[in-house]
């Protein structure tokens, strides 16, 4: 039986509780603590290789790929490295959850054009200080992320004894 005093949700609320839902760091969220980051969700256009943060630039925000591609980038010199390529249904700037934190990687689009979701640090600080259960689900999201991630990072390092190219780690980072 619905309870007649729970909240619903528009159409376009119902399809954002849904996109949020194909991330790892929203999965564990019920709806009503998804819909507590709608107005926080910001849709930005990007073109193809246009950076969208640079490797020690501050973490002020998450993003959530919509559309396209965008490249994680690890610089050496001049010289960049592809950790990852991560598309649609992922999201990258995941450090941003934490205080303090800077970019480990630069990202760069590297498809025509890319939608992503911003949501600004400020925000989800807003939102973990209002509903810690909301900000436990996802720091413990994240600590799964970084824990899967590991662990292809060390099966890889361990096929390659010792020598190996850091994009055939797969990671949503």
């Given at each position: 039986?619905?309870?007649?005093?729970?909240?619903?949700?528009t159409?376009?609320?119902?399809?954002?509780?849904?996109?949020?839902?194909?991330?790892?760091?929203?999965e564990?969220?019920?709806?009503?603590?998804?819909?507590?980051?709608?107005?926080?969700?910001?849709?930005?256009?990007?073109?193809?290789?246009?950076?969208?943060?640079?490797?020690?630039?501050?973490?002020?925000?998450?993003?959530?790929?919509?559309?396209?591609?965008?490249?994680?980038?690890?610089?050496?010199?001049?010289?960049?490295?592809?950790?990852?390529?991560?598309?649609?249904?992922?999201?990258?700037?995941?450090?941003?959850?934490?205080?303090?934190?800077?970019?480990?990687?630069?990202?760069?689009?590297?498809?025509?054009?890319?939608e992503?979701?911003?949501?600004?640090?400020?925000?989800?600080?807003?939102?973990?200080?209002?509903?810690?259960?909301?900000?436990?689900?996802?720091?413990?999201?994240?600590?799964?992320?970084?824990?899967?991630?590991?662990?292809?990072?060390?099966h890889?390092?361990?096929?390659?004894?010792?020598?190996?190219?850091?994009?055939?780690?797969?990671?949503?980072?």
């Amino acid at each position: 039986m619905r309870n007649p005093f729970q909240r619903s949700f528009t159409d376009e609320e119902l399809g954002l509780i849904d996109f949020l839902s194909t991330f790892q760091l929203f999965e564990q969220l019920t709806a009503k603590e998804k819909s507590a980051f709608f107005s926080y969700l910001y849709l930005r256009k990007y073109k193809e290789d246009e950076v969208v943060f640079f490797r020690k630039d501050p973490s002020h925000a998450l993003y959530l790929v919509k559309s396209g591609r965008v490249a994680l980038l690890i610089d050496e010199g001049q010289d960049f490295e592809t950790l990852s390529v991560v598309s649609a249904g992922q999201s990258f700037g995941n450090n941003t959850l934490l205080v303090k934190t800077q970019r480990p990687y630069s990202s760069v689009v590297r498809s025509t054009e890319a939608e992503l979701y911003v949501i600004p640090h400020v925000n989800i600080q807003d939102v973990f200080a209002s509903n810690p259960r909301i900000k436990a689900k996802m720091l413990a999201s994240l600590g799964e992320i970084h824990d899967a991630y590991l662990q292809d990072l060390f099966h890889v390092y361990r096929s390659a004894k010792g020598f190996f190219n850091l994009n055939q780690v797969s990671a949503n980072i």
